[in-house]
């Protein structure tokens, strides 16, 4: 089915479903303490990992979107996104760093004639090459993104293969932790009478740690679709919180979003909230 039949249905509003990475103001983190202390305080610390998107951390985070106002019906869009993140150590200097998100969607009829759908929608997956020690102060991480059509239904999906470049750059000072999180993925295959894929993400985020493990986080999770020349970009505020039942730790967060720009029919604003968990790599 043709895409172009969904006020809220473009290549733009689907990637930035897809493509959002997990910065619902926290970043993946073990289950213990690092050893290294900033302030004095261990889980401070380990909560300012925790803003680093691409730390050598192990997490599966669970992200619950709720977006409003889609299409005449003023219909409601809920995506879950299931995020683990997997650090592979290379070598002495450089990790790889898995970072996977699959969308489960719960979509109402934006239109008359437009069916409700669920199921899966499309996954994408990025390999970010890091270097396990700052670059003048800057964390950086790059490598390829791909985009594997693994929507269950049509309405969900743009029925197409993608790739291309991903890149992260960022610094910590302080509890302060700012940078910029991009990709940009073209289709390379998949059904000829859907959409092709060339759509930029761009991600500028800043968090700000308390010292009671609290992170204030806002961000951009802007996507142009070069294709219907399309702007997608609603802006995040989270509030994060780290603690621990038994020996678990976990992140919750919960935040709002309003969208200063979308494609026609698209949503007005949203609800995020969700839960991370944290393991060991050992």
């Known amino acids: 089915m043709n895409l172009s039949r969904f006020p809220f249905g473009t290549t733009c509003s689907l990637l ?4 959002s990475p997990v910065l619902a103001g926290s970043a993946p983190a ?23 998107p691409v730390a050598s951390l192990i997490s599966v985070p669970f992200q619950a979107n709720w977006d409003f106002g889609i299409g005449v019906n003023d219909a409601t869009r809920f995506t879950l996104n299931v995020q683990p993140v997997i650090p592979v150590s290379l070598t002495e200097d450089w990790n790889l760093i898995i970072r996977t998100i699959l969308p489960v969607i719960d979509a109402e009829s934006p239109a008359p004639g437009i069916d409700d759908a669920s199921g899966l929608g499309d996954t994408v997956q990025s390999f970010f090459f890091s270097p396990k020690e700052p ?6 991480a790059a490598g ?5 059509p693994t929507a269950t239904d049509s309405l969900l999906g743009g029925e197409k293969w993608g790739a291309g470049p991903t890149g992260l750059a960022l610094k910590q000072t302080g509890p302060w932790t700012c940078g910029v999180l991009t990709n940009h993925l073209w ?19 800043c968090s700000y740690i308390t010292s009671t493990k609290t992170t204030f986080t806002i961000n951009s999770e802007s996507t142009y ?8 970009m609603p802006f995040n ?4 919180q780290l603690f621990k039942v038994g020996g678990q730790s976990m992140q919750a967060f919960v935040g709002g979003r309003y969208y200063a720009d979308a494609p026609q029919g698209g949503p007005e604003w949203g609800i995020r909230a969700g839960l991370i968990l944290l393991f060991s790599k050992g």
């Open 16 to 19: 930035a479903l897809a493509v």
């Open 30 to 52: 073990p289950a213990s303490a690092p050893a290294a202390v900033v302030g004095g305080n261990a889980e401070v610390d380990f909560a300012k990992q925790l803003a680093n």
């Open 135 to 140: 670059v003048n102060g800057w964390i950086l």
């Open 144 to 148: 390829p993104v791909a985009l594997w």
């Open 187 to 205: 289709s390379f295959a998949g059904e000829d009478d859907r959409s092709e894929v060339n759509a930029t993400f761009i991600q500028p985020f």
């Open 225 to 232: 679709d070069w294709t219907n020349e399309q702007w997608s």
């Open 237 to 240: 505020f989270v509030i994060s």
